[in-house]
């Protein structure tokens, strides 16, 4: 699987925009940009992912660059409750032998304070 | 409803004993995993099954041994237990989807301390 690069840590002020970056510049064709956060002590938490196109939930907004070797989540105003470590994960699709594997680096630390 | 649930939240056990972890899916997914999380945070997968067939299993010592009675359990028993055992470990579901993404939910975690 490709490999991210993630900064170490961010802050937001809350109600701002959170854009936590991400890059991976060897990302083949066939493989997804995901992103799951893991707020403190609990279970990783599903946010978005994407395959070329921007995309957008309830949740988040992912930016992928037209190279596909960068992306953005982007949490449109930030809460308290969105202070987490924030994964950024690229992966193939379903087939093949890594078959729905996810490689969790290091992850982005993102504090939002009031 | 939680959709996936882990038994017991916390265990705390002594070297060389033999422990079970449970874990339980609502959710209607056919495929499961475990995860690892040590101290340092770091996760890392364990085991994967796709209908009660193990289909990923990482280096991980083979005193660590899943079991899945059917699509929506998927156990891990763990003898011998060591020191170095002592993690999170993470149950997570999602539905198996050719060509196109799937994102995996995840249970609450076991907390295994190795006294």
């Known amino acids: 699987d490709a490999k991210t690069t993630q900064p170490p840590s961010m802050d937001c002020a809350e109600g701002r925009a959170a854009n936590l970056p991400c890059n991976h510049s060897?990302?083949?064709?066939?493989?997804?940009v995901y992103w799951y956060r893991q707020i403190h002590s609990q279970g990783p938490q599903y946010i978005i992912h994407g395959l070329k196109n921007n995309e957008t939930n309830e949740m988040a907004s992912l930016i992928i660059t037209e190279d596909r070797k960068s992306s953005t989540l982007i949490l449109p105003h930030a809460t308290l409750r969105d202070t987490a470590v924030y994964y950024c994960i690229v992966r193939p699709t379903a087939g093949g032998t890594s078959y729905g594997k996810l490689t969790f680096g290091q992850g982005t630390i993102l504090t939002v304070h009031p | 409803d939680t959709a996936v649930s882990q038994t017991p939240k916390y265990l705390v056990t002594q070297m060389g004993n033999d422990k079970s972890i449970k874990c339980e899916q609502n959710?209607?997914?056919?495929?499961m995993y475990w995860y690892k999380q040590d101290s340092k945070k770091f996760l890392k997968i364990m085991f994967s099954y796709n209908n009660k067939e193990l289909i990923i299993n990482e280096t991980v010592p083979n005193r660590f041994s899943p079991k899945s009675p059917d699509k929506a359990h998927l156990n891990l028993h763990i003898n011998s237990l060591e020191l170095g055992d002592s993690a999170v470990y993470f149950c997570a579901s999602s539905q198996h989807k050719l060509a196109q993404g799937n994102e995996q939910y995840f249970g609450p975690g076991t907390r295994l301390t190795v006294t």
């Open positions: 959710l209607g997914h056919d495929t």
């Open positions: 060897t990302i083949s064709g066939n493989e997804y």
